[in-house]
C-alpha cells in the first residue's frame, strides 16, 4: 500500500465512450502525476501538477483531459479514445522539498487503471 | 536532453547467485538517480536512490545499486537472488537543480530468477 489510490483498475470502452480515472493521495504531497505505460516501452510522462497548476503537458493528444481539483486529486478525462490508447495508466505523487520547491524524492505510484479501448 | 538506457530486455539469474541489472544515463548536471521495481498487476515501488554521497546506495529487499559517474552508469545489484526477486526494474533519472526537469523512465528490465 503506498498511498495513491487508483479508480477503476480496470476499464473497457468504445471509441465514443467518455470515461474518467479517478487518482486520490493523503500522503500531504503537492505534487501528482500521469503516466502511460505500453509494453515494451518506457513510461511516457503525460502531465505533472504542482500545487494544483498543471506544469507539463507532454504533447499529449487533446483526447486525453487532466484535471486537478485539490492536491489530494487528480483525474485523466477520456474522450473518443483509439485502440493505441490501451495501456495501464498510472498515478504518481511526491513532495517537493527545498526552498526552490525542486522535486527532490521519489515518486509514489498508484496500482495503476487497466485500460482497453475496443 | 535526458536519457536513460536500460540495454537488457531481460535478464534470467539462478537463485542464490548474484544478480545485476544495467542502467546507463545521460543528463547535464548532477543526476538523481532512482530504481524501482514492478510486481505484476500493480504500480513501480520505489528502490533506491542516489542524490550524493556513497557510489553505493543500499536499498530496500537487499538491493543495492553503484553510481559510476566516469561511466554514467548505475547498476542494480544483489549478492543472492531470491525467486521472488523475479519482477521488471525500471531505472529513472533527474537532473538537479533545475525546477522544471522531471523524472526520465527507462523501458525496464524483465528480471527472471530460475529455483
Known amino acids: 500500500e503506498t498511498g495513491v489510490t487508483q479508480t477503476p483498475r480496470h476499464l473497457v470502452m468504445g471509441m465514443t465512450n467518455k470515461k474518467s480515472l479517478k487518482c486520490e493521495q493523503h500522503?500531504?504531497?503537492?505534487?501528482m502525476y500521469w503516466y502511460k505505460q505500453s509494453a515494451k516501452k518506457p513510461l511516457e510522462l503525460m502531465f505533472v501538477?504542482?500545487?494544483?497548476?498543471?506544469?507539463e503537458n507532454n504533447s499529449v493528444p487533446s483526447r486525453f483531459s487532466p484535471e486537478c481539483p485539490n492536491s489530494s486529486h487528480l483525474f485523466l478525462h477520456l474522450h473518443t479514445l483509439q485502440p493505441e490508447d490501451s495501456a495501464l495508466y498510472l498515478c504518481?505523487?511526491?513532495?517537493?522539498?527545498?526552498?526552490?520547491?525542486?522535486?527532490?524524492?521519489?515518486?509514489?505510484f498508484g496500482e495503476g487503471s487497466r485500460l482497453t479501448v475496443l | 536532453a535526458q536519457s536513460v538506457a536500460q540495454p537488457e530486455d531481460q535478464v534470467n539469474v539462478a537463485e542464490g547467485n548474484p544478480l545485476t541489472v544495467k542502467c546507463t544515463y545521460s543528463?547535464?548536471?548532477?543526476?538523481?538517480l532512482f530504481w524501482y521495481v514492478q510486481y505484476p498487476n500493480r504500480g513501480l515501488q520505489f528502490l533506491l536512490k542516489?542524490?550524493?554521497?556513497?557510489?553505493l546506495v543500499k536499498g530496500s529487499y537487499g538491493f543495492e545499486a553503484e553510481f559510476n559517474k566516469s561511466q554514467t552508469s548505475f547498476h542494480l545489484k544483489k549478492p543472492s537472488a531470491l525467486v521472488s526477486d523475479s519482477a521488471l526494474y525500471f531505472c529513472?533519472?533527474?537532473?538537479?537543480?533545475?525546477?522544471?526537469?522531471?523524472?526520465?523512465f527507462g523501458k525496464g528490465t524483465r528480471l527472471h530468477i530460475l529455483p
Open positions: 504518481a505523487s511526491s513532495p517537493i522539498t527545498g526552498l526552490a520547491g525542486y522535486l527532490t524524492g521519489e515518486l509514489f
Open positions: 500522503l500531504g504531497h503537492n505534487a
Open positions: 501538477y504542482n500545487f494544483k497548476e498543471q506544469t
Open positions: 543528463v547535464s548536471g548532477n543526476p538523481y
Open positions: 542516489y542524490i550524493t554521497g556513497d557510489n
Open positions: 529513472a533519472v533527474r537532473a538537479s537543480g533545475n525546477r522544471d526537469d522531471k523524472i526520465i
